[in-house]
């Protein structure tokens, strides 16, 4: 090959080369894929809890407990609790569904300890005994109790949310039985 035709041959490559890669898509890179798929099925998450918004209430014994739930916006649903017996407050807790990293993680704040993170572990379906409810389940193994937190969706309004884990090294597991009732007139309510 000719000295001259050398360089020529070169300049057309690089910029054949150029063209190439203004012409080409840059592929994603994978970091920016994944965090976009994580907060796609943040999203879901989210959205599969959407049902809790409003109040509930339940009693056991002597003992009323309430939970109101904010609309989903912002990615985040805000909640708050209380439990009353004999007419004086027994405890409260401030409440969040929210993204963070490694997923939706349920926060409570229960009256005016730190906050305890629990992170949701998926939704199952209980068809047993004719049922079709739904439980949403937030996990913390690093927790003495709770280290579990569930929100079983059930038929007619009903709601059962549930604290498992252990006490003194013993099992322990509490179930709230709630309706959902209309936040100003305390009705039941079916839906």
């Known amino acids: 090959?000719?000295?001259?035709?050398?360089?020529?041959l070169l300049a057309t490559a690089v910029a054949m080369a150029s063209v190439a890669a203004q012409t080409a898509p840059a592929p994603a890179p994978a970091t920016a894929t994944a965090a976009a798929d994580q907060k796609s099925r943040d999203a879901a998450a989210l959205a599969s809890l959407a049902w809790l918004e409003g109040c509930w209430r339940g009693s056991a014994g002597p003992r009323e407990f309430r939970e109101h739930w904010m609309p989903l916006q912002g990615a985040m649903m805000i909640g708050m609790g209380q439990t009353v017996e004999n007419g004086a407050t027994q405890?409260?807790?401030f409440?969040?569904?929210?993204?963070?990293?490694?997923?939706?993680?349920?926060?409570?704040?229960?009256s005016g300890k730190p906050e305890t993170a629990f992170r949701f572990d998926g939704m199952t379906v209980d068809?047993?005994?004719?049922?079709?409810?739904t439980i949403f389940t937030?996990?913390?193994p690093g927790q003495?109790?709770?280290?579990?937190i569930s929100?079983?969706?059930a038929k007619d309004g009903w709601l059962y949310a549930t604290?498992?884990?252990?006490?003194?090294g013993a099992e322990r597991k509490v179930t709230y039985p709630m309706r959902r009732v209309g936040c100003e007139s305390g009705e039941f309510l079916l839906r």
């Open 95 to 110: 409440l969040r569904l929210e993204p963070r990293a490694g997923g939706v993680f349920y926060v409570a704040s229960p």
């Open 144 to 148: 003495e109790f709770p280290q579990l």
């Open 163 to 168: 604290v498992e884990g252990k006490v003194n």
């Open 127 to 133: 068809t047993a005994l004719e049922r079709n409810d």
């Open 1 to 8: 090959m000719s000295a001259m035709k050398l360089p020529l």
């Open 138 to 140: 937030f996990v913390n």
């Open 151 to 153: 929100y079983r969706r």
């Open 91 to 93: 405890g409260y807790e």
